[in-house]
């Protein structure tokens, strides 16, 4: 993970955080795991579909928008404790390339 900080007016800051793929694809395969762990896949116990089966029944956008979920809560978590940044409300969270 890199982030970078930049300061904005009125006590406003702009954090931009880069994912490595690494972590991004162990994160689909953990979403894909959570998933299958909440939805009936005929043929497999819960939680033991593999990433291909889950993907197939349930959907590339669907393990991705568990993923993204994911990665965000924790990433965010970890630039905002690493830059010491005292927040204040929710923020405003974009996504601009996923490859």
């Known amino acids: 993970m890199k982030q970078v900080l930049k300061q904005l007016p009125k006590f406003q800051v702009e954090l931009e955080i ?3 793929p690494a972590d991004y694809i162990k994160e689909m395969e953990a979403a894909a795991g959570r998933l299958s762990q909440r ?3 005929h043929g497999f116990r819960p939680g033991k579909a593999p990433y ?3 993907k ?3 959907g590339e956008i669907k393990i991705l928008e568990e ?3 994911s ?3 924790k990433n965010y978590h970890l630039a905002v404790t690493a830059e010491k940044i005292e927040t204040i409300g929710m923020p405003e969270i974009t996504i601009e390339k996923m490859a």
């Open 18 to 20: 880069t994912v490595v």
């Open 39 to 41: 939805a009936a896949i």
């Open 52 to 54: 291909d089966i889950v």
């Open 56 to 58: 197939q029944s349930l």
């Open 67 to 69: 993923a993204l979920q």
């Open 71 to 73: 990665i965000v809560e």
